[in-house]
């Protein structure tokens, strides 16, 4: 089947180059429909568009339809992959902080293949930071960006800020498909529920008992499981990490809030990785005000917390059930008590006392033990190879 790309073409200079783009595309046996902003029509007239792809141009979300599909949503379930070139400023902006007001940041909102742009504008515009933060989070997310060009610019300066030739966006849009496409879909249609971070169990209104979980373990194998084709929801305590794309992120602070969650969307789970650092203890009594200080010494009664993953292995069914121990001794034996008692179907231990595996690092060192008593210890490796890892055992016991 002939691949399909959606090209946005927005309102700059540049959008004349984005004919040749479109013509070097289908040249390469790609279907390509084009959606041109309205700014982007006072450049260039959306019937050279039309003439080069061969396929109806959208300008307008509410003109009369050409067929009756919902066209936001099946140009962008059609699409395997979008590329807006040129891409100004305004389109980055728009797609970091959600709006989608026209046709191509309503498709956009509601695309899973992967998004490309190539930003094309003024020096000082790209290098300004509010586009730079922009571009950052976007990139943070998941989106793609080729870098533009430093050179003569229209409007007479001279910097970064061009839209590289054609023929370089092409051959990355060609890259980034191959690449894509060669991404295993293994996890379609499963339902994934990852737990990720700390919680935090307050003591009056101004002070907590946390601990060091960043999230990074969790939202790794959250963001893994979307790519590969799941339907993720992700339970998260506090982090500064941004919600993975294609994933439902549900905050959460404590454990009781965790618990609630996770019940709640058990039933939907085909499997649960809980990789969250749940607090074992909260305080017995939250106080209402701020505890004032004295001369004496201050005792806090700590009461159990709900043990989520134990309660999880009762009601088990169907759900693939996967645990973490983080340990710093006597890491099987510990680890393989935690895999009995919470009747889970493999354990992932890992030693948090040993220097790049464990709490707030990028990387982890763990030791996989199975049911059946296997023991299974990989290399120091980044929390999303680990994530791959993981989800490859997973989908062995599907
Ligand atoms: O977030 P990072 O900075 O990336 O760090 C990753 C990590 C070290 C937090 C992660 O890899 C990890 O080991 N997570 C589990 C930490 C932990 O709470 O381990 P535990 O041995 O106390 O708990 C065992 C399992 O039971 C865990 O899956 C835990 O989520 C779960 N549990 C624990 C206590 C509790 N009350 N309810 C639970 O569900």
């Not at 141009?57 to 936001?72: C, L, R």
């Not at 080729?146 to 007479?156: F, M, Q, R, V």
Request: charged share 25%; hydrophobic share 40%.
């Amino acid at each position: 089947m002939k691949k399909n790309m959606v090209i946005g073409v927005t309102g700059g200079i540049a959008a004349y180059k984005a004919l040749d783009i479109v013509s070097g595309l289908r040249k390469k046996e790609i279907d390509v429909n084009v959606i041109m902003t309205q700014h982007a029509c006072e450049f260039v007239n959306p019937l050279s568009f039309q003439s080069l792809s061969n396929n109806y141009v959208t300008t307008d979300m509410f003109a009369e339809p050409k067929s009756w599909d919902v066209e936001h949503i099946s140009l962008a379930k059609k699409a395997s992959l979008i590329l807006v070139a040129p891409a100004t400023a305004n389109i980055i902006g728009k797609v970091a902080h959600g709006i989608a007001d026209d046709m191509l940041s309503t498709v956009i909102m509601a695309a899973r293949c992967p998004i490309v742009f190539a930003p094309a504008m003024n020096t000082y515009m790209y290098t300004n930071s509010i586009v730079q933060e922009n571009i950052h989070y976007l990139k943070s997310k998941g989106y793609h960006f080729i870098e533009p060009d430093s050179g003569w610019l229209a409007c007479g300066d001279i910097g970064k800020g061009k839209l590289p030739t054609p023929e370089t966006i092409i051959q990355a849009t060609l890259d980034l498909l191959e690449k894509t496409q060669a991404q295993k879909q293994d996890f379609q249609g499963k339902n994934v529920l990852v737990t990720a971070g700390p919680t935090v169990e307050e003591i009056d209104p101004m002070r907590y008992i946390t601990n060091h979980s960043s999230g990074k373990m969790g939202y790794a194998i959250a963001q893994e499981a979307a790519k590969r084709g799941a339907n993720v929801k992700l339970i998260s305590g506090p982090t500064h990490l941004p919600c993975p794309a294609h994933v439902e992120r549900i905050d959460i602070k404590s454990a009781l809030d965790m618990e609630e969650e996770a019940k709640k969307h058990f039933s939907w789970s085909d499997v649960v990785i809980k990789a969250a650092a749940v607090a074992d203890y909260r305080p017995a009594q939250r106080s209402q005000q701020k505890i004032k200080k004295s001369e004496d010494n201050l005792t806090i009664q700590l009461t159990r917390n709900p043990d989520i993953l134990q309660e999880l292995g009762k009601q088990k069914e169907h759900q693939i059930l996967v645990g973490f121990a983080a340990e710093t001794e006597e890491l099987l034996k510990n680890a393989k008590e935690k895999l009995q008692k919470k009747n889970l179907d493999f354990i992932i231990a890992n030693n948090i006392a040993k220097e790049g595996s464990g709490f707030q690092v990028d990387t982890n060192m763990a030791t996989f033990i199975y049911k059946d008593g296997t023991i299974n210890k990989h290399p120091m490796m980044s929390k999303t190879e680990l994530a791959n890892v993981i989800l490859d055992e997973v989908k062995n016991k599907f």
